[in-house]
């Protein structure tokens, strides 16, 4: 692998302005194809999207389009999120169900690849694993006919908060589409290390995810998440041990980049998309690439 085999992914709050998770609107305020030709001319090949935003697109410009805008500025990777309560009852598991159905819908449209989800999502204490287990396993034989992987984002604020906790939820599960997302703020916000991520197998290391964190939380976890996040190399993370170890577990895959901050949702979109790719990529020189 050369560093020009790095594919990108920038995620969506780190080009979709000033929107923010939990947002009274989490709708870009930046046209789909204003965000995608300065991603593409940048030297972004992937890029993510809220349902909410990508059904805003859909309605503006009509799938094909939506796929043509894609296609035209070189965007071969686009994923979807975030799917919560998919382990509950009532009416949240309910509206859980029909999310799901919609972000299958638009992921067979467009050929997506990943659609993010969070287990237990502000739940405290232990999580219901064999619920999860039982219902993870149906969400990924509904994906893997469309070539959808589902990925569990395991969060600081979530009940599924450690890789640990994840892999519970996998292990012998009998998926081939199941697995976790590492993101480096997620690791170490939650106390753990690159040690940590080598324990992974690398079947169940689905997707990786980059960006830094200040030296303490600003305020509550969720609130330094969402708002005080920093582009890669700018905090206190040892973003190349954790890069490591995701090579050396053997992951080959592209690599999302997730700044989610108030400062950068500000910038103007060719800054904040060139900041977070410039400053990503500079991380990849620290570390030993593998030969294949």
């Known amino acids: 692998m ?11 709050w780190t080009v979709s302005g000033a929107v923010y998770p939990g947002a009274p609107s989490e709708v870009s305020p930046f ?6 030709e300065i991603s593409g001319r940048i030297g972004w090949r992937g890029m993510g999207f809220v349902l909410d935003d990508m059904e805003a697109s859909i309605a503006r410009y009509g799938m094909p389009t939506v796929r043509r805008i894609f296609a035209d500025n070189g965007i071969r990777h686009v994923e979807l999120e975030f799917l919560c309560d998919w382990h509950l009852d009532g009416e949240k598991r309910r509206a859980s169900d029909r999310m799901y ?3 299958l819908e638009v ?14 999502v502000f739940e405290e204490g232990e999580p219901d694993i064999p ?4 219902t993870f396993a149906a969400l990924c034989e ?9 990925v569990i984002e395991f969060l600081p604020f979530a009940s599924i908060n450690t890789i640990d906790r994840g892999l519970a939820i996998l292990e012998g599960l009998g998926t081939t589409n199941g697995g976790l997302l590492v993101d480096t703020w997620h690791v170490h ?32 976890l969720f609130n330094d998440s969402t708002h005080f996040r920093r582009p890669c190399g700018e905090g206190v993370i040892d973003i190349p041990a954790q890069l490591q170890a995701v090579l050396d577990v053997g992951y080959r895959g592209y690599f ?8 950068h949702r500000h910038l103007p979109l060719e800054i904040a998309a060139r900041k977070a790719f410039d400053t990503t990529m500079q991380q990849f020189r620290a570390v030993t690439l593998p030969a294949n």
Request: charged fraction near 30%; include cysteine; glycine fraction near 14%.
């Open 101 to 103: 159905d919609r972000l």
């Open 2 to 12: 050369k560093i020009e085999d790095i594919e990108l992914c920038a995620t969506y």
């Open 107 to 120: 992921g067979a449209e467009l050929g997506i690849g990943k659609i993010k989800v969070g287990g237990g």
């Open 131 to 134: 619920a999860m287990r039982a």
């Open 256 to 263: 999302g980049v997730e700044i989610i901050a108030a400062y």
């Open 189 to 220: 916000r939650g106390g753990m290390t690159a040690a940590d991520i080598r324990k992974l197998p690398l079947q169940f290391l689905r997707a990786v995810e980059l960006d830094d964190a200040g030296p303490e939380p600003m305020g509550t």
């Open 142 to 150: 509904r994906a893997a006919p469309l070539g959808i992987d589902i």
């Open 31 to 36: 046209p789909l194809k204003d965000r995608a």
